[in-house]
């Protein structure tokens, strides 16, 4: 898939994966429609990436609410359908690897699920009547789906369910949807622990435009990025 005048979704991309990965759509020729709840942050985001030869448009949007999702892929689509849809945005209130579920608030639970999962969902359902016919979505899930690594508390089971989520949708639709897992990443969310988030984007540019549809039945790991690409 070529990404010269492509509409490419990216949520969350006020910092991180999000913004890497609206960095790396927008240096390959896309125009990039780039969501999160802090204007100021994702306004500051786009005009670096115009600085940079970047086309790209802000929106202030919040996930958890359907309506900003619904108001922001309609705005993608004005210009035509949507070729790709990055589902990023998320949040972690914790330490990676230090917040048992059984010490999690239920505030700390409840806003894990609204945002990592209820987001995912409104975010594919709002993406749906605006895709490209060959256009893909992209679900940065983690390992959690396959596997529960201790102290990720609600985050973990949060991802667990986007994962779900993610699967669903593609076991009813004709939609190709990757969910991929970086691996821990230097972000906000680790500690600016882990891989550069540059990694996560080629990861996810990589799932969106190379990778055959028949090899997204199972998460799309940073391993296979490199095996494949190296």
């Known amino acids: 898939m070529g990404m010269d005048d492509a509409t490419v979704v990216v949520t969350g991309a006020s910092r991180g994966i999000g913004r890497a990965v609206a960095e790396r759509f927008g240096e390959t020729g896309a125009h990039v ?111 959690f789906g396959e596997r529960t690594p201790p102290g990720y508390g609600g985050y973990g089971v949060s991802k667990a369910a986007a994962d779900a989520v993610a699967r669903t949708f593609a076991a009813e639709l004709d939609v190709p949807i990757a969910r991929v897992d970086p691996g821990q990443t230097a972000t906000a969310l680790t500690g600016e622990t882990g891989h550069d988030p540059s990694d996560a984007a080629e990861l996810c540019y990589w799932a969106a435009t190379a990778l055959d549809a028949d090899d997204l039945d199972s998460v799309v790991t940073r391993a296979d990025w490199r095996r494949a690409t190296e």
């Open 33 to 143: 429609v780039c969501c999160a709840r802090d204007r100021a942050a994702i306004e500051a985001v786009a005009t670096t990436l115009r600085s940079d030869g970047v086309s790209v448009t802000p929106v202030r949007a919040d996930v958890r609410d359907e309506f900003d999702v619904e108001r922001l892929l309609e705005q993608a689509a004005r210009e035509g359908p949507i070729d790709v849809v990055v589902a990023n945005a998320g949040v972690y209130h914790g330490d990676p690897g230090e917040t048992p579920l059984a010490e999690s608030s239920y505030a700390a639970f409840d806003d894990h699920l609204r945002t990592n999962v209820r987001g995912v969902f409104a975010t594919v359902r709002e993406a749906l009547p605006h895709l490209a016919a060959d256009g893909r979505i992209v679900v940065p899930v983690g390992p």
